[in-house]
């Protein structure tokens, strides 16, 4: 049915020379680096180079969402507006795009937001690093798989959590809008190879797995740890006939940089107290019921203040605007939720240290010629693994080697009455990271290189 792989390559070489000290301090390393705006007077426009989304050639119809100033908005409520379907909804848009527009002018922190349409994520992004000159950007992000929620009247919300005070000055200026598109002589739900709309994007209903509102935070959930689990109870309608969880994650505080952090044997024979560890390996696992039924092993975003300027202005690093989220196929185990009970879904991070930010959207396509589908697992594999670990480390300097691979696959069937299909779902998994600290741990060298192959 789909097929994705995405290897993924990460070298990080000799981020310039440091102290240990300062290694898990780079925010404020090369927040100082910026502080030093040139003397351009027009505002730079930062971007992130992805590819255009393939909108028809026709007028679109406009909505905006939110104008909003977010000055001192951390620990605050998310900022929200009422959603109401705009008239030209009277037909299935071909296309929906969002678009996030902002400026900003001063000093201030890359900062972390979401957007959330009913609960539901629609995008998961971080700020551009303001010039005192001012900066601009936009972000735009094809979101016609949530084409169902755009249909009723719901709460839109954002959180970025902003501090102002004499030295951080940034106000973020945002504008987040709604384009949709109209193709009069194609219907985008049928294609007509094969008419069953489980096998295409969108899904009839896309329910959130996040926090409720009201709230002093984004909607996702927060994991502190490797032991905490985040769950929340979900009852799926009975006629539901295909599922997928698409989770959204981003990296915070200690694990920012968790690429590079350090095993807890190395700061503690240091004496090192107070510096992130846990190592370089991190896995978010996806529960039904307690099952692993999926795992994800995220790419390494780094947000627009991480490391080096060189990585983030004014071209930002690969998803740094629009994170990446990622897609777990639950069809096999449908049977278990086809039962009109609630079943708790969670989630959690391996080696986790303060803080992730995790949540998912569950899509799921629906029987229209019947209230009640039926399905049975098959066979279901999530065998334990243990990564390999190689160290060798002489006082500060060293190296550390990590090598993981985990397979996790499922199979079931489910009778609709589009007929009776067996959906297989496996994930290969790989990584590898070496990690060198030299010349008493002021030079950090590391490798690591993750490759992820999804099928359905
Ligand atoms: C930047 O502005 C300062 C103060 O106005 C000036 O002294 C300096 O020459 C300018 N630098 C450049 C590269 O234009
Ligand atoms: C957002 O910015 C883009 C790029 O400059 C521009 O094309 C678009 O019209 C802007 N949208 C709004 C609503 O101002
Ligand atoms: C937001 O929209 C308002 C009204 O159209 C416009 O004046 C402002 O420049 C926009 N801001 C951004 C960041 O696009
Ligand atoms: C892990 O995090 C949870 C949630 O914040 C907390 O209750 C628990 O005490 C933490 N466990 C450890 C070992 O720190
Ligand atoms: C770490 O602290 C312990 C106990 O204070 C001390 O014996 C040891 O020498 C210290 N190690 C290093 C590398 O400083
Ligand atoms: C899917 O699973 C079924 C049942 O276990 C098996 O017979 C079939 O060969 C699998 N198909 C693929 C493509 O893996
Ligand atoms: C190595 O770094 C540690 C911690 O900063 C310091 O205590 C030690 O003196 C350094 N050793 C050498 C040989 O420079």
């Known amino acids: 049915m789909a097929t994705s792989s995405f290897p993924i390559l990460i070298l990080l070489l000799s981020l310039l020379p440091f102290s240990y000290s300062h290694l898990h301090k780079l925010k404020s390393t090369t927040s100082r680096l910026h502080s030093n705006p040139d003397n351009t007077t027009s505002p730079t426009t930062f971007f992130e180079v992805t590819r255009p989304i393939p909108v028809p050639d026709t007028q679109p119809c406009y909505y905006l969402l ?79 798989k949530y084409s169902s929620l755009f249909f009723k009247e719901s709460t839109f919300a954002v959180y970025l959590g902003n501090l102002v005070d004499s030295t951080y000055t940034g106000v973020y200026h945002v504008n987040v809008s709604l384009y949709f598109y109209f193709e009069s002589d194609k219907l985008y739900l049928l294609d007509e190879q094969d008419n069953i709309p489980a096998f295409h994007f969108p899904a009839d209903l896309v329910l959130p797995i996040s926090r409720n509102l009201p709230l002093n935070d984004g909607l996702w959930f927060l994991i502190q740890n490797s032991t905490d689990i985040q769950s929340k109870e979900l009852t799926v309608p009975s006629n539901a006939y295909r599922a997928v969880l698409e989770v959204y994650i981003s990296f ?181 990271n070496s990690m060198e600290f030299r010349d008493n741990a002021s030079i950090q060298l590391v490798r690591q290189t993750i490759e992820s192959t999804y099928s359905t």
């Open 252 to 432: 915070h505080s200690d694990d920012e940089f968790w690429y590079s952090n350090p095993p807890n044997n190395y700061i503690s024979e240091n004496n090192l107290t107070g510096e992130p560890g846990n190592g370089p390996f991190r896995e978010v696992t996806l529960r039904l019921d307690g099952d692993v039924v999926g795992a994800v092993w995220p790419f390494t975003v780094i947000y627009t203040g991480g490391i080096n300027p060189l990585l983030w202005r004014p071209i930002t690093g690969i998803g740094s605007f629009n994170l990446p989220s990622y897609n777990i196929e639950i069809t096999p185990f449908l049977d278990r939720l086809l039962d009109g009970k609630p079943h708790i879904f969670g989630f959690g991070v391996t080696n986790a240290l303060d803080v992730w930010f995790v949540d998912a959207n569950l899509h799921l396509w629906l029987d229209q010629k019947s209230s009640k589908t039926d399905g049975n697992l098959l066979k279901y594999e999530a065998p334990a693994y243990v990564p390999r670990t190689i160290s060798k480390f002489d006082g500060l300097d060293g190296e550390l080697k990590i090598n993981a691979q985990r397979r996790i696959s499922s199979t079931g069937w489910i009778k609709s009455s589009y007929g009776q299909f067996t959906f297989n779902f496996s994930q290969e998994l790989h990584f590898q």
């Open 66 to 144: 939110l104008q909003h100033d977010f000055a001192y908005t951390y620990n605050k409520p998310p900022v929200t507006s009422s959603y109401t379907p705009p008239s030209c909804l009277t037909q299935i848009p071909s296309h929906i795009v969002l678009e996030w527009n902002a400026t900003c002018k001063g000093r201030q922190f890359d900062r972390i937001f979401g957007v959330w349409l009913g609960g539901v994520e629609l995008l998961r992004s971080c700020t551009a690093e303001p010039r005192a000159t001012g900066i601009i950007w936009t972000v735009q992000k094809d979101v016609t």
